[in-house]
């Protein structure tokens, strides 16, 4: 039986696509059918025929004669540059937790919510089980407080008002006044510590990071019979922060 011609034929079409869009990225103002087919070595109908397809799926765009990147190649541009951010965060917080021997995580406050963008732990250095919710949580544990503490006072009442203080554990602060007079004592890049407010057998610290103009926070946790390590492990990653932040690309757009 001779080999079915659908498969080979696709794969191409799929290759000769992605030369084109290739081609379309190498020139800033855009390119005629004519050059593009010229460039890629494909036969001037078979790269009308391809283009026209990537333009009726928005992976480009015909203006004035030329064509450009569309909106679907644009928010592949914008994924790619996402992931490589994000492995930028990730690899910071492999380097502090490797420097300080504890799970590192980095949160931000992001359109009124408390949002975990990523975490470095170990199987030896695990990080605090999630058991519940960390957004309606802020409340109980130190990355939550901190960020909390970095809005301004109508900020925390209206995230307060979204998400009540409620026990999570028995050390849990015990109600929103209780909490507000907390936050409005901390100082500015002043560390902010609890103990086994979110989960028993266990005690964290965070310190807020200036990520624009958005609040942003970096912790750590650490099993309570090594609660000793804390204060100076949270110092320690103080110090890493300010003398290495300026030089790293953090950002929060992912």
């Keep these: 039986m001779a080999p079915h011609p659908a498969a080979p034929t696709l794969i191409g079409s799929v290759q000769r696509a992605l030369r084109l869009l290739e081609a379309v990225g190498s020139h800033v103002d855009g390119a005629p059918a004519k050059q593009l087919a010229r460039e890629t070595g494909l036969p001037l109908p078979t790269a009308y025929h391809l283009l026209r397809t990537l333009t009726h799926e928005g992976y480009l765009r015909r203006e004035k004669g030329v064509f ?13 540059t996402a992931q490589n951010r994000r492995s930028k965060i990730e690899e910071s917080l ?36 999630e058991w ?44 929103d006044r209780a909490l507000l007079e907390r936050l409005s ?28 103009s958005t609040a942003a926070a970096m912790g750590i946790s650490v099993p309570l019979h090594q609660q000793e390590r804390l204060v100076p492990a949270v110092e320690r990653l103080r110090a890493e922060v300010g003398r290495l932040v300026g ?7 992912i």
Excluded at 68 to 80: D, I, K, N, P, S
Excluded at 139 to 167: F, M, T
Excluded at 247 to 253: H, Q, V, Y
Aim: aromatic residues 8%.
């Design 68 to 80: 450009v990147y569309g909106e679907a190649a644009e928010r592949l541009t914008h994924g790619g």
């Design 94 to 129: 492999a380097h502090w937790r490797d420097v300080i021997g504890a799970p590192v995580y980095f949160a931000v406050y992001r359109d009124g919510e408390i949002e975990l963008v990523a975490v470095a732990d170990t199987p030896t250095a695990p990080p605090v089980d």
């Design 132 to 175: 519940d919710d960390f957004r309606a949580t802020g409340h109980a544990h130190a990355i939550g407080q901190c960020l909390l503490s970095q809005l301004d006072e109508q900020g925390r009442r209206d995230h307060l008002a979204r998400y009540p203080v409620r026990p999570v554990t028995p050390n849990t602060v015990r109600d």
């Design 185 to 212: 004592t901390v100082g500015r890049m002043e560390p902010l510590i609890e103990r086994e407010e979110y989960a028993l057998g266990t005690v964290c610290a965070a310190i807020p990071i200036t990520v624009g």
């Design 247 to 253: 030089s790293l690309a953090f950002s929060i757009s």
